[in-house]
């Protein structure tokens, strides 16, 4: 007879429980480099549902932040240093994102990061009914309310998608 498997521990789904956030999980075949669509795939949920938790630095100051963005949108790093009032944003190496993050690349949680970070969220996440969003490891996500995301992470809503080619 086949055990039951225990639901990981991350410091992602501390962080959603310690709140009695009222999520989903939602475990998956990660793909390696399949991102966003390979998640979006394997759970049959919309792309632009799935929201992608990048990490970026002002150029500046080298100065970390996450930005959320839908899966089937980029970022736009002009728009978002324009929108920042910095002058240029750029994305962090895998190592620099671990470091600052404390999770892999492919993991990356915007809940319970290693550094507390400054998070920006594309304007238009916040409207829709409910997103799936990285619960801190690989083939992993939570299901979630946008209202629910705003209430613990308090992000500062920005327009900055721009199409994936």
Known sequence: ???KQ???VTPALRVLRAAKIDFTLCPYAYVQRGGARASAAALGVPLSSVVK???ME???TKKPLLVLMHG???VSTRQL???LGVKSIEPCTPEQATRHTGYLVGGTSPFGTRKSLPVYVER????LD???INAGKRGLLVRITPADLAAILSPVPVSAARDNL
């Not at 238009?124 to 409207?127: K, Q």
């Open 1 to 3: 007879m086949a055990r």
């Open 6 to 8: 225990k639901p990981p």
């Open 53 to 55: 938790t990048l990490v």
């Open 58 to 60: 002002n150029t500046a």
């Open 72 to 74: 089937d949108r980029g």
């Open 81 to 83: 240093a324009r929108a």
């Open 124 to 127: 238009t996440i916040l409207g």
């Open 130 to 132: 409910q997103i799936w």
